[in-house]
């Protein structure tokens, strides 16, 4: 009865939009064959459910006792909330627009236009500034929320922090490139300040603000140990006490994949009984595009419930992560980033009849965010251990990295980062890339023009 009710519906949704000029008979048909696959799945959702109570993935509530606010002159997340509330309310609720910082920030990317529009950004942000960085001078950071609060407000906040990293990373960059490298070193300390108080947490979420943190502060401690010459050996301890930043392990990976997994589950259950309300709907569901897809369709086919099919799909890849991370515990990250890349890759081998927007986050993004700041971590220390050779009289491979072997992060066997000399003369530190083979420090794209070079490659020289 479920699944011809759910499909005469489709059938009249799409006479109308046939009907009304807004869609076509092949729109209507994706819809019908989008619906009858999520269906198919829906209709075992007790069986899924239940395997993952046998799992122990549904929490129980939490203590209400337990969410006692708490403010001390040493906790920082007093300030990161009164952070929260100034940039939300210059931005009509939101947070700003951020992706100027996301492209200055990228070498690559960076333009004279976004470098300007980003200046324009740190100009009003002075004060902000100087609220980040009391905040990041506090000792320790425990966000509570009373017991009536809403779930997304602590969202909010860790969104908050990610944002402030950006902006305190652009900050260095900038001042990098003024060659006021003092105060970029602070800003840098700043970034990795605001992680570790975001990791506090000990969710997915933190966890994405510290390796975001990480991975931004050690690229530009990467550039800057190429690029700043005689001025190098003044400014190594403050580098090399950035660079000692603790990494995030793959216990802490899998103690923050874990009970995120449990939360989901728990919120499917909630949001599968709430009433469908399209304003509130377009608020919630931007915390994740993988359900606004299936929120557009039952919109699309004048529903008034959320898509079981959704919650099967959700309940069925949450599994198989809390299966992979407890079964076999991961002893590195790469052995973390692997086992939940290779579980995502044959869930959706699995479900290719589902839109691939339906699906759900991919846990795996995580780890892979811990290895490219690992890489560029090694990437700085390799540099530093360069320079030091030659200002040495002793005579040294050019193609060769002194010192003991720096591990690449990304290799499978543990090998070295390795040095190559191009026919130019060029020197090129790099890894052997998420493809976990080694092409000699090629630049050619594994998936065509927009897919990621076969090895992570890294220019020596100095501009």
């Known amino acids: 009865m479920l699944i011809w009710r759910k499909a005469g519906a489709v059938v009249l949704a799409s006479s109308v939009f046939a009907g009304l000029g807004w869609g076509s008979l092949s729109v209507g048909q994706e819809m019908i064959e989008q619906s009858e696959s999520l269906v ?16 122990g993935l549904y929490p129980a509530r939490p203590d209400a006792a337990a969410l006692t606010p708490v403010a001390d002159v040493q906790n920082a997340a007093v300030l990161y909330e009164v952070l929260d509330a100034q940039i939300r309310a210059e931005n009509d ?14 070498f690559n990317r960076r333009t004279d236009e976004n470098r300007a529009a980003v200046r324009k950004l740190l100009e009003r942000s002075e004060d902000l500034l100087r609220g980040v ?10 966000f509570t929320l009373p017991a009536d609060a809403e779930a997304s407000a602590d969202d909010n906040l860790v969104w908050t922090q990610g944002y402030l990293v950006r902006l305190v990373l652009a900050d260095a960059v900038y001042a990098l490139e003024d060659g006021r490298v003092e105060p970029a070193l602070r800003s840098l300390d700043v970034a990795l300040r605001i992680g570790r108080h975001a990791a506090e947490r000990g969710d997915y979420d933190g966890l994405s603000c510290r390796a975001a943190a990480q991975g931004g502060a050690f690229a530009a401690l990467a550039e800057l140990t190429r690029t700043a010459g005689d001025r190098l050996p003044g400014l190594r301890p403050g580098i090399e006490g ?11 990976l899998r103690r923050a994949v874990v009970p995120t997994v449990r939360d989901t589950l728990d919120g499917l259950e909630q949001w599968r009984d709430k009433p469908f309300d399209i304003l509130e709907g377009e608020f919630l569901l931007d915390y ?59 869930f959706r081998e699995d479900h290719r009849d589902i839109p691939r927007r339906a699906l759900p986050l991919r846990y795996a993004s995580l780890p892979q965010a811990v290895l490219f700041a690992e ?15 030659s200002e040495s009289d002793a005579t040294t491979d050019a193609s060769v990295i002194p010192g003991e072997p720096i ?57």
């Open 375 to 389: 890489t560029r971590r090694a990437v700085a220390r390799a540099t530093l251990r360069l320079y030091d050779a």
């Open 40 to 55: 198919r799945v829906a209709v075992l959702l007790p069986e899924r459910r239940e395997t993952a109570r046998q799992l």
């Open 242 to 252: 950035l660079l000692s930043d603790t990494p995030v392990g793959a216990d802490a």
């Open 288 to 346: 994740d595009p993988a359900w606004r897809a299936l929120y557009e369709l039952d919109r699309r086919l004048t529903r008034r419930e959320w898509t079981d099919g959704m919650e099967s799909l959700a309940l069925d890849y949450f599994c198989a992560a809390y299966t992979v991370l407890e079964t076999s515990p991961p002893s590195s990250v790469r052995d973390a980033w692997t086992a939940l890349r290779d579980m995502d890759r044959a």
């Open 407 to 463: 591990p690449d992060p990304f290799s499978p066997s543990g090998d070295a980062l390795q040095l190559v000399v191009t026919p130019r003369g060029r020197r090129l530190l790099y890894s052997v890339g998420t493809n976990g083979t080694d092409e000699g420090g090629s630049l050619r794209r594994m998936n065509g023009s927009r897919g990621p070079t076969e090895d992570l490659v890294f220019r020596l020289d100095a501009p």
């Open 93 to 106: 609720g939101d947070l700003p627009p951020a992706g100027e910082l996301v492209a200055f920030l990228n």
């Open 133 to 142: 960085r009391e905040a990041a001078s506090r000792p320790r950071c425990r």
